[in-house]
């Protein structure tokens, strides 16, 4: 594991490390959760992404590893999106658990990493999209306290399209 800084959190066994969007982990985990995208609809996400989005202090890039094993990715990037009340908005990004490591608490410990480093970089809400064919991506936010808002970006008006904004700061 090379980390681009020393800022990296362990929770459960899951330590999370920020990475370089470009990182060889996180490059082979995104490909698998671009797998899963083409499994449950037919194709892969294909919203715009430029990985200087993923650059502090407007967004950082986390792997999460069980001992030296990559099984975790999550993101966020400054968003803009008005929610709650703010227009000081990230939006959570490749938010990913392997198969082997779901269902052990993993992806609620990237989430909440997601939302203590957004909000150390001074964003007062996340923003986040996902898909009706991803049931437990949604009672995972949902039970984190996610709210449903209006459709944003890229996949706004798809009828599949879930939006949810959480208040962080």
Not at 22 to 36: I, K, N, P, T, Y
Not at 55 to 76: D, K, Q, R
Not at 100 to 125: F, I, S, W
Request: charged letters at 20%; glycine letters at 10%; proline letters at 5%.
């Amino acid at each position: 594991m090379t980390a681009v800084e020393s800022t990296s959190s362990q929770a459960g066994g899951l330590t999370i490390v920020r990475v370089d969007y470009g990182h060889q982990d996180a490059m082979r985990l995104m490909a698998q959760v671009q797998e899963e995208y083409v499994a449950r609809y037919g194709g892969p996400d294909e919203s715009p992404i430029d990985p200087l989005m993923f650059v502090p202090p407007v967004g950082s890039f986390f792997v999460g590893y069980l001992g030296e094993t990559a099984v975790a990715t999550g993101a966020w990037r400054e968003s803009g999106v008005a929610a709650l009340g703010t227009t000081r908005t990230a939006e959570i990004k490749r938010m990913y658990v392997v198969p082997a490591a779901q269902r052990q608490g993993n992806a609620r410990r990237m989430l909440a990493h997601l939302e203590t480093t957004a909000a150390d970089a001074g964003y007062a809400a996340l923003v986040l999209e996902t898909g009706t064919r991803q049931p437990e991506a949604i009672a995972l936010y949902e039970s984190a306290g996610y709210l449903q808002i209006p459709g944003f970006g890229y996949y706004q008006d798809s009828p599949i399209s879930r939006c949810f904004a959480k208040r962080v700061d």
